[in-house]
């Protein structure tokens, strides 16, 4: 049983930082890219940041320059450093991984989402 489990949401007032955090656990093989995503009522989820087993980043329009995606290989944790957050950046924050298990081929896992909201 694989699981993703993200940290470090909360409320955070415009300009401020957060950082968020997902561990992966469970029966795991080898874990490949890992990713933030984020959804907001009403649309659909969009790309935050990616990074590769080898640390190559990927990011979205809105957030370069301000995120910072990093990753723990030994400790298959990912983590999302946010600054000069905007109220545009309230989101439900969602924490995916590619994962091979002992008994399936690799496959994409989600995380249960953790809320971020930036409002003064």
């Known amino acids: 049983q694989v699981q993703l489990v993200e940290s470090g949401g909360g409320l955070v007032q415009p300009g401020g930082s957060l950082r968020l955090s997902c561990a992966v656990s469970?029966?795991?093989?080898?874990?490949?890219?890992m990713g933030w995503y984020r959804q907001t009522a009403g649309k659909e989820r969009e790309l935050v940041a990616t990074?590769?087993?080898?640390?190559?980043?990927d990011y979205g329009d809105s957030v370069k320059g301000r995120f910072t995606i990093s990753r723990d290989n030994a400790k298959n944790t990912v983590y999302l450093q946010m600054s000069s957050l905007k109220p545009e950046d309230t989101a439900v924050y969602y924490c995916?991984?590619?994962?091979?298990?002992?008994?399936?081929?690799?496959?994409?896992?989600w995380g249960q989402g953790t809320q971020v909201t930036v409002s003064s």
């Open positions: 995916n991984a590619l994962i091979k298990t002992s008994s399936s081929l690799p496959r994409n896992y």
């Open positions: 469970g029966n795991i093989f080898s874990v490949s890219a």
């Open positions: 990074i590769t087993t080898n640390k190559i980043t």
